[in-house]
T-cell receptor
Framework: DGGITQSPKYLFRKEGQNVTLSCEQN?????MYWYRQDPGQGLRLIYY???????QKGDIAEGYSVSREKKESFPLTVTSAQKNPTAFYLC?????????????FGDGTRLSIL | DAKTTQPPSMDCAEGRAANLPCNHS???????VYWYRQIHSQGPQYIIH???NNETNEMASLIITEDRKSSTLILPHATLRDTAVYYC?????????????FGKGTKLSVKP
């Protein structure tokens, strides 16, 4: 079945450590996105990519970095500069960045600080 | 800020139709109405979307009023697994970031 796979499901970070969250899709989608969700809150966009080798900052990009070397992969690195990284991280993809193309989500990675 | 208004919670009996309303009175001509749902600790699941015509798929039906200021998501035969928070959102990327603005949604509880 086609879909979006995020790993790991749970991740723990030590102070001063960078961690990388994986997102892979086999839907042949051009666009991919990273969101952050805090308890009881909506989604906030971190980064998005419309095409391979190109990505743009979202509303809360500080302390995060991404790469898009392959169409199917869009890893997110949470750097030590992100002072409040504890959250639920969601990756999504869509066929394109148009109003008529739904975003499909993975099952998320829950990041906590040790 | 979310452009939609939804009731905070609703109950539905198992096997009955669940009708979830949404107001989007400021919607503009090229904005689509999308519905997602989120079960606790999982990612949002896409359900259905539409512009002005009613839509139906294997999960649900979407009824949009003629003036497009409101819509209703219909789950025809609700099951216990349909218990989730349902989000109605208005989408207009318009050269912007592709950001989905989720409001507080409606918590649907399907009861046996």
């Amino acid at each position: 079945d086609g879909g979006i796979t995020q790993s790991p499901k749970y991740l723990f970070r030590k102070e001063g450590q960078n961690v990388t969250l994986s997102c892979e899709q086999n839907l042949n989608h051009d666009a991919m996105y990273w969101y952050r969700q805090d308890p009881g809150q909506g989604l906030r966009l971190i980064y998005y990519s419309q095409i391979v080798n190109d990505f743009q900052k979202g509303d809360i990009a500080e302390g995060y970095s991404v790469s898009r070397e392959k169409k199917e992969s869009f890893p997110l690195t949470v750097t030590s500069a992100q002072k409040n990284p504890t959250a639920f991280y969601l990756c999504a993809s869509s066929a394109g960045l148009t109003n008529n193309q739904p975003q499909h989500f993975g099952d998320g990675t829950r990041l906590s600080i040790l | 800020d979310a452009k939609t208004t939804q009731p905070p919670s609703m109950d539905c009996a198992e096997g009955r139709a669940a009708n979830l309303p949404c107001n989007h009175s400021t919607i503009s001509g090229n904005e689509y109405v999308y519905w997602y749902r989120q079960i606790h600790s999982q990612g949002p699941q896409y359900i259905i979307h539409g512009l002005k015509n009613n839509e139906t798929n294997e999960m649900a039906s979407l009824i949009i009023t003629e003036d497009r200021k409101s819509s209703t998501l219909i789950l025809p035969h609700a099951t216990l697994r349909d218990t989730a928070v349902y989000y109605c959102i208005v989408v207009n990327y318009g050269g912007s970031q592709g950001n989905l603005i989720f409001g507080k949604g409606t918590k649907l509880s399907v009861k046996p």
